[in-house]
């Protein structure tokens, strides 16, 4: 039930949003695209370039949930999940639009080795509400404990499960290889994270986009049932799964609790990275916070689920104990055969390499801010323990067990969501649209 009421208040909130901007990137989509190519002064961190901040968020978002999320959707919600994450995702890019713009518009300043960073997010905006402390404290805190369950655990598990069920090897050496890599990127800073997500996520997303067309595509005649069927489910009442729920309040359930961990609008987290941007106009980043969702749910979520429900997942029953990682490679190995499925797990380790290393940005960021009126020795000791902890973290995953990460996953994700969703509504006057800036 918990998760049907946070699905309507997702749906409340983002229409709110919409309305009180104006419905601007729907009625006027020419103009926010135009945004995107606008001329701006540049300042601070050069390397932490606004394409960079984006491709930071998408690091975070563009995780397991665009490819092992999707089945978790499906195989707990049934094909109308599919639906559901997309009206997630419609309803909250204004969200999404609104918390990146006030990241951006109360960020600090900060002197690191004679170049000036921008750092920023939720914990800055909240605080300008009464009470603001509170909200900021207990942000941090639901983050911080994200950054280790959802950003940490759930991607290793499901990167070392994909690793081991295709090339056979032992868990405890793949965990051991992720523990030196994370520790190698994750202590060098922002911008070693920055190049890394830079590099590789506009690759993978790329590479994995095709191989999912090539599939639609060769399935073209089947399509049209597909979405049939997706429709049909989205709204069914037919009792279904161990509880006799009902079909549509499953597929909202689980459809919009995982379209939130995948596009992550309202939930605070990718605001973290679009402050840092070297950008004078906070509403162009913001457009491209839109652009994040647009990308992420749109596009890889759903050329995800069509692929899956062309090949059968959809016909499984709901609610079963299943190992998601497996049958998303059975999926793919489907239609391409083994080399499917090595193409597969290397994405999903690059996908989850990715979001590690970004979720521990968002932690220390946390942490930091928690920690500022400590000092900066204390500030600098606390960051380093975190971070120690979170790369052990990674080692120990091999022996998590996925079916409750998922759970705590949903919980973190909907708390956050719901503090950080609140406090943008509250805060909608001071966010400008880029038709109001002509």
Same mark, same amino acid.
Request: hydrophobic letters at 55%.
């Given at each position: 039930?918990?998760?049907?009421?946070?699905?309507?208040?997702?749906?409340?909130?983002?229409?709110?949003?919409? !309305?009180?901007?104006? =419905?601007?990137?729907?009625?006027?989509?020419?103009? +926010?695209? $135009?945004?995107?190519?606008?001329?701006?002064?540049?300042?601070? /961190?050069?390397?932490?370039?606004?394409?960079?901040?984006?491709?930071?968020?998408?690091?975070?978002?563009?995780?397991?949930?665009?490819?092992?999320?999707?089945?978790? @959707?499906?195989?707990?919600?049934?094909?109308?999940?599919?639906?559901?994450?997309?009206?997630?995702?419609?309803? #909250?890019?204004?969200? $999404?639009?609104?918390?990146? !713009?006030?990241?951006?518009?109360?960020?600090?300043?900060?002197?690191?080795?004679?170049? #000036?960073? !921008?750092?920023?997010?939720?914990?800055?905006?909240?605080?300008?509400?009464?009470?603001?402390?509170?909200? @900021?404290?207990?942000? &941090?805190?639901?983050?911080?404990?994200?950054?280790?369950?959802?950003?940490?655990?759930?991607?290793?598990?499901? +990167?070392?499960?994909?690793?081991? %069920? #295709?090339?056979?090897?032992?868990?405890?050496?793949?965990?051991?290889?992720? &523990?030196?890599?994370?520790?190698?990127?994750?202590?060098?800073?922002?911008?070693?994270?920055?190049?890394?997500?830079?590099?590789?996520?506009?690759?993978?997303?790329?590479?994995? *986009?095709?191989?999912?067309?090539?599939?639609?595509?060769?399935?073209? +005649?089947?399509?049209? +049932?597909?979405?049939?069927?997706? *429709?049909?489910?989205?709204?069914?009442?037919?009792?279904?799964?161990?509880?006799?729920? @009902?079909?549509?309040?499953?597929?909202?359930?689980?459809?919009?609790?995982?379209?939130?961990?995948? %596009?992550?609008?309202?939930?605070?987290?990718?605001?973290?990275? %679009?402050?840092?941007?070297?950008?004078?106009?906070?509403? $162009?980043?913001?457009?491209?916070?839109?652009?994040?969702?647009?990308?992420? #749910?749109?596009?890889?979520?759903?050329?995800?689920?069509?692929?899956?429900?062309?090949?059968?997942?959809?016909?499984?029953?709901?609610?079963?104990?299943?190992?998601?990682?497996?049958?998303?490679? /059975?999926?793919?190995?489907?239609?391409?055969? /083994?080399?499917?499925?090595?193409?597969?797990?290397?994405?999903?380790?690059?996908?989850?390499?990715?979001?590690?290393? &970004?979720?521990?940005?968002?932690?220390?960021?946390?942490?930091?801010?928690?920690?500022? /009126?400590?000092?900066?020795?204390?500030?600098?000791?606390?960051?380093?323990?975190?971070?120690? =902890?979170?790369?052990?973290?990674?080692?120990?995953?091999?022996?998590?067990?996925?079916?409750?990460?998922?759970?705590?996953?949903?919980?973190?994700?909907?708390?956050?969501?719901?503090?950080?969703?609140?406090?943008?509504?509250?805060?909608?006057? %001071?966010?400008?649209?880029?038709?109001?800036?002509?």
């Amino acid at each position: 039930m918990s998760g049907f009421i946070f699905s309507l208040f997702l749906i409340a909130a983002g229409g709110y949003c919409a !309305y009180r901007l104006r =419905f601007f990137c729907f009625l006027h989509p020419i103009s +926010a695209i $135009k945004t995107l190519w606008a001329r701006e002064t540049h300042g601070g /961190d050069a390397a932490y370039s606004p394409f960079r901040a984006l491709t930071v968020a998408l690091a975070g978002t563009l995780g397991v949930g665009n490819i092992t999320g999707v089945a978790v @959707a499906i195989l707990l919600g049934g094909s109308g999940a599919l639906f559901w994450m997309w009206v997630s995702a419609l309803f #909250t890019m204004l969200i $999404k639009y609104a918390e990146v !713009y006030l990241a951006v518009i109360t960020r600090q300043k900060r002197n690191e080795g004679g170049h #000036t960073r !921008y750092f920023g997010g939720p914990m800055r905006y909240l605080g300008m509400l009464r009470g603001g402390c509170v909200w @900021a404290v207990l942000f &941090c805190f639901l983050c911080i404990a994200a950054s280790v369950v959802q950003g940490n655990l759930l991607q290793t598990t499901a +990167a070392i499960s994909c690793v081991v %069920h #295709t090339f056979d090897v032992s868990a405890v050496m793949v965990s051991a290889v992720f &523990c030196i890599a994370a520790a190698w990127l994750i202590f060098g800073g922002r911008g070693r994270i920055a190049a890394f997500c830079a590099s590789m996520i506009p690759l993978m997303s790329a590479l994995y *986009f095709v191989m999912c067309t090539v599939v639609i595509l060769r399935c073209a +005649a089947q399509v049209p +049932a597909v979405f049939a069927d997706i *429709f049909e489910n989205a709204f069914s009442l037919q009792a279904v799964g161990a509880g006799g729920g @009902a079909s549509m309040l499953l597929a909202m359930r689980h459809g919009c609790a995982k379209g939130v961990f995948t %596009h992550e609008a309202g939930c605070g987290t990718a605001p973290i990275s %679009h402050a840092g941007a070297a950008t004078s106009r906070p509403e $162009k980043q913001a457009v491209l916070g839109i652009a994040e969702v647009f990308v992420d #749910t749109m596009v890889l979520c759903t050329v995800t689920g069509l692929v899956l429900l062309l090949s059968g997942v959809g016909e499984l029953p709901l609610g079963a104990e299943y190992d998601f990682q497996g049958v998303v490679l /059975d999926a793919f190995r489907l239609w391409f055969g /083994d080399r499917a499925a090595v193409f597969l797990s290397i994405s999903i380790v690059f996908y989850a390499f990715a979001a590690l290393v &970004c979720w521990s940005f968002y932690g220390t960021e946390c942490l930091s801010y928690l920690l500022s /009126d400590c000092g900066e020795i204390v500030t600098k000791r606390g960051v380093a323990v975190y971070l120690s =902890f979170y790369v052990l973290c990674t080692f120990i995953g091999a022996w998590a067990d996925p079916a409750q990460l998922w759970q705590i996953s949903d919980v973190l994700t909907m708390a956050m969501t719901a503090l950080n969703t609140c406090g943008v509504m509250m805060l909608l006057r %001071h966010v400008r649209i880029p038709i109001c800036n002509k």
